[in-house]
């Protein structure tokens, strides 16, 4: 069981954060990660991104849990030089694991920083020994590593053309993990001097009190605390033994990154100042504010539990709503999304922040602009989550996914017209998964584009071994946000001189709702290249007459939990019977899931419906079972084959 799943839940917090087995397999990243070593922003990290940060070459070798953090040197996805931080630590929690959590944290613009300030200390004139301070900090642990070329200009500049019998650099311990002055001395030639003599040095405890400009851990765009400065107080409240009083609250800019597109960056930095103004204003005394990075911003509430909380939460939601940010003669209105965490449920600031983070993944589900409490249930969701997914990220490397497939059966004539293909987990750990074990979990995620690939490639292979008929094919949310699966299932086709009138592809209900114009595109690709699409768990939400007025389908598919009271209920087959209409009219074929008794058929039959699938016309069976003839080598070109349905 993986332990510390607080802090892989922290998905969009600033840290980058990867897991990695015993064998060297990335098992998760998280979003800031993926964006660190992609250039891409919001991705939804799984199998591709797991891909993308194994192929990017971060130099990991040698962190293990027992070395401190180390600083390396890396080449980003544009080619530029960075350096990163990392660290590593292992998720047993006192228990034998084979599971490592990597944290690795960008410290490339903080040390451009560094080097804007070195023209100052030059400009400064040497000291009486040759050295020069410079303006700003670097982190600590960089301090034995940073200065090389750059701070050799700067002893030329200190020194002039005496020239340099070395460099020295002293760093000043304020505080642990903060940006830490340093303190550069050089010798001038012949002076018998020592590069990097302490003694040269002013006492180090009065040079790292004056280190401390008031500016220390201010973010500069907002004014407000950085998420170090705020980590740190946090810290220090949930540290203590005794019960602690107070709330985190995360907030997120709803869509910022859709202003930064299509706006600009300018005005995404208005929206983010106006934001930070309107915190200002709204909250209370004694509270601590601060920006975490990117459109997150943070509040430590010192007083109160959940309920006060939350009703901070909704003033916050309210002041923000209200308040337009405006630059360059554009008015932009913002909203965020907040998640709230009592601190008396976390036992460190890590927690806290993830804690509240999950709690704000919850109200950007539920609709954004809106507030959400953390609860041990979201808490569990999460471990499962991060469970299982790694779970089918492995089997998918390791050749443990196997599909099975369910006749769907024309009414009429009780024959077999094609068949669905299910995914199923078969990598020995109890219990075996099936779809709806693990898609709810994937299907928003790159795991879930992953594997809606693999499922294409092997539904084609299977058309090409001999598979009679037609094979639907389910495709999850993220798969429909992806630009270039289209032109993947239709290269597979044509690669392999497959009709693409066989493949079908179900677009779920609730996914061609919420991704209404991407769904749409897909479809008209799909359509104009012959491939038929249905809609799929037709009736699960609000929004099907809207999916229906705006996608080009070939037929849709009723959901199961209309279909198996049809017979019992008059509202249910007044549904279907409404829905048989407005598919005839349009053209359609309507498909009944779930057709699971006897009595079913022929109500269905009477109302118009002409094509199912569920167990009692057909049980499901395993893909390879029927292409290699196993168990006796069945036909599958009927039903009463398959054990399934007699009227």
Request: hydrophobic share 45%.
């Amino acid at each position: 069981m993986i332990a510390g799943v607080a802090g892989l839940a922290a998905a969009a917090s600033s840290v980058g954060m990867l897991i990695v087995t015993a064998d060297g397999r990335v098992a998760w990243v998280n979003d800031a990660l993926v964006e660190l070593v992609t250039g891409l922003r919001n991705p939804d990290s799984a199998f591709e991104a797991r891909l993308a940060v194994a192929e990017a070459g971060l130099p990991l070798t040698g962190l293990h849990p027992s070395a401190p953090p180390a600083v390396l040197d890396w080449t980003g996805p544009d080619g530029s030089p960075r350096l990163l931080r990392a660290s590593c630590r292992d998720m047993s929690a006192g228990q034998p694991s084979e599971l490592l959590l990597f944290e690795i944290v960008d410290l490339t613009a903080e040390i451009t920083a560094f080097g804007a300030g070195l023209p100052a200390a030059s400009a400064a004139g040497p000291a009486p020994d040759g050295s020069g301070e410079p303006t700003r900090g670097v982190p600590g642990d960089l301090a034995g590593d940073l200065m090389g070329d750059v701070v050799a200009e700067l002893a030329a500049a200190v020194l002039g053309g005496a020239g340099a019998a070395g460099l020295g650099e002293t760093a000043v311990p304020t505080a642990a993990d903060e940006l830490l002055p340093t303190h550069d001395t050089a010798a001038p030639e012949g002076t018998g001097a020592a590069a990097g003599d302490p003694a040269a040095l002013a006492d180090p405890a009065a040079l790292a009190e004056q280190a401390r400009p008031d500016t220390h851990g201010i973010d500069p765009l907002t004014g407000l605390s950085t998420r170090y400065a705020l980590a740190e107080e946090l810290e220090s409240r949930v540290a203590g033994t005794e019960a602690t009083d107070g709330s985190l609250l995360i907030l997120d800019i709803d869509h910022l990154a859709d202003v930064n597109d299509l706006q600009g960056y300018s005005i995404g930095d208005a929206v983010l100042r106006a934001v930070a103004q309107a915190l200002r204003e709204e909250l209370p005394d004694g509270t601590r504010l601060g920006r975490l990075g990117g459109d997150e911003f943070a509040v430590v509430l010192p007083a109160g539990g959940g309920s006060e909380g939350l009703a901070v939460a909704e003033q916050l939601c309210a002041a923000v709503a209200a308040r337009t940010a405006a630059a360059e003669d554009v008015a932009v209105q913002a909203t965020v999304s907040i998640g709230v965490v009592p601190l008396e449920l976390a036992a460190g600031s890590e927690a806290a922040f993830a804690w509240a983070d999950l709690a704000l993944r919850e109200a950007k589900r539920s609709g954004r602009n809106r507030v959400r409490l953390f609860t041990r249930e979201q808490y569990d969701e999460a471990a499962l989550r991060v469970t299982v997914t790694s779970r089918v990220a492995a089997a998918l490397d390791n050749g443990q996914m196997s599909l099975d497939v369910l006749p769907v059966v024309d009414l009429a004539s009780r024959e077999i017209v094609g068949f669905e293909l299910l995914s199923r987990l078969r990598d020995g750990v109890w219990p075996e998964l099936g779809p709806r074990g693990f898609l709810a979990a994937a299907e928003h995620t790159d795991l879930g584009l992953h594997l809606d690939r693999w499922v294409v490639l092997r539904a084609v292979n299977a058309l090409v071994s001999g598979l009679p008929g037609r094979v639907y094919v389910n495709l999850a949310a993220r798969s429909l946000r992806d630009p270039a699966f289209g032109d993947f299932i239709l290269s597979t086709l044509r690669d392999s001189r497959v009709d693409p009138a066989r493949l079908a592809l179900e677009i779920p209900e609730g996914a061609a709702v919420a991704n209404l114009d991407a769904a749409r595109r897909l479809a008209e690709q799909l359509t104009a290249a012959g491939c038929p699409v249905l809609l799929d768990d037709f009736g699960m939400t609000s929004g099907a007459v809207i999916a229906l007025r705006n996608l080009p389908l070939w037929a849709v598919k009723i959901d199961s939990s209309l279909v198996r009271t049809v017979d019992t209920s008059a509202r249910d087959r007044a549904v279907v019977e409404a829905v048989v209409q407005i598919a005839r009219t349009a053209g359609m074929t309507v498909i009944a899931e779930g057709v699971d008794r006897a009595a079913l058929p022929q109500v269905l039959l009477d109302i118009g419906v002409t094509v199912a699938q569920g167990y009692h016309v057909g049980r499901p069976r395993r893909l390879a079972e029927l292409l290699g003839g196993g168990d006796g080598g069945d036909d599958v070109t009927t039903v009463m084959s398959l054990g399934g349905y007699r009227r």
